[in-house]
């Protein structure tokens, strides 16, 4: 078949470096496992790790084949409703948008008046200072003192938002040479970290890989249910130790089982954390230092989890994590239902960070690949 030879990729290859995995290396995945077998059927969950089914859920060969054919052939429908969920989500922000430019821009003319107050409405969107001049000035240049209808303003506002986006739309690459390859996921209090490690484990899963899942949130019984949860519903392998345990020591076992036990991903969770708390910044600091003895490459991924309906308060937390926690990449997520998805293009402004994917609900199939120019019109509400 055509599409086993060369596969297209799917949004969730695209995302997870998946897809073709299976079949030929993509060129750019560079040390990526070219084939996905040799990480597959490998016993070893460590002594200590829970082991909740991985192995028995690993395709072999030819199943693991037709997986990566099944996604290529369902990622148009599976695109279709990623889109309208994606617009769903931002409604509440397109909305305000569109509405405020057809109000602003409705038998008016574009002079220093209607620019002025498109600039309020950017601005209060949260699109960030930077964003907002360019769409003015790119604005004013073309058509200043003419009539303009709103539906233009609306094509600009999309393109100059693509432009941002498009540069830091990268999705989180699983390099299986590493083995493990190992993602620390960071984080304020309830920002989606447990939930977010949950859905990636799921998609990583569905791709062969095998995984394990770190308890580092050692605070709260609650959050080691909680992730140990994941770990059944995704047929994870999950390292857990008592209530109360030091979590860089937590890190470290973790990494040196996940590699005793070739594992291909190892997803480690921590506790939230204000990032004005030092204290805890410490402590995270900490954990990163520990992973390093074991590897000195790792954390391969240090993965920050935004709220999006946290609003102006992520910028100061990509600033403080990316210091403190040497933050990689980003996953926003609770961008359901928010009217402050805007955020996402002022953080990509200022920071020029990676967004890896955006969490569009609860549920583990609810994370989706980040998508500039998707991202960019479902927020002007195209
Ligand atoms: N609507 C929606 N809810 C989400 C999303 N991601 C996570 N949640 C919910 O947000 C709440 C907090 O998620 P967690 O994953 O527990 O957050 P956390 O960062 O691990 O929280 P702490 O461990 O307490 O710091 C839970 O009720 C999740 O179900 C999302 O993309 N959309
Ligand atoms: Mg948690």
Known sequence: MSTLEKPKRSLFGRMFGVTERAVVADADDGDVDPTGREALGQDGAGTE???????????????????????????????????????????KTSTVLSQGITDVFTKRKLDAGTLEDLEDLLIQADLGLETTAKITARLKADRFDKAIAPEEVRDVLISEIAKVLE???????????????????????????????????????????????????????AAIDQLKI?????????????????????????VTEAKTGAY?????????????????????????????????????????????????????QVDVF????????????????TA????????????GLPVHAIGVGEKADDLQPFDAKDFARAIAGE
């Open 264 to 316: 291909d991903v190892l997803l480690i969770d921590t506790a939230g954390r204000l990032q004005n708390k030092d204290g805890l910044m410490q402590e995270l600091e900490k954990i990163v230092r520990v992973i390093r003895k074991v590897d000195p490459d790792a954390p391969h991924n240090v993965v920050l989890t935004l709220d999006a309906t946290t609003g102006q308060n992520a910028l100061n």
């Open 167 to 221: 540069p830091i739309a990268h999705p989180l690459l699983v390099k299986v040479a590493h083995r493990p390859h190992v993602i620390l996921m960071v984080g304020v209090n309830g920002s989606g970290k447990t939930t977010t490690i949950g859905k990636l484990a799921e998609r990583y899963r569905g791709s062969g890989y095998r995984v394990m899942l770190a308890a580092g949130d050692t605070f709260r019984a």
């Open 322 to 337: 990316g210091k403190r926690a040497g933050v990689t990449g980003l996953i926003m997520t609770k961008l359901d239902g």
């Open 230 to 254: 994941w770990g059944e519903r995704t047929g994870s392998a999950v390292i857990a130790r008592a209530v109360g345990s030091d979590a860089a020591s937590l890190a470290f076992e973790a």
């Open 49 to 91: 790790a829970t082991s909740t089914g991985a192995d028995d859920m690993a395709p072999a060969d030819p199943p693991f084949v037709t997986v990566a054919a099944a996604l290529d052939e369902t990622s148009s429908q599976a695109r279709l409703s990623w889109l309208q969920r994606l617009k769903a989500g931002l409604a």
């Open 340 to 351: 402050r998805g805007g955020i996402l293009v002022a953080i990509a402004a200022r920071f």
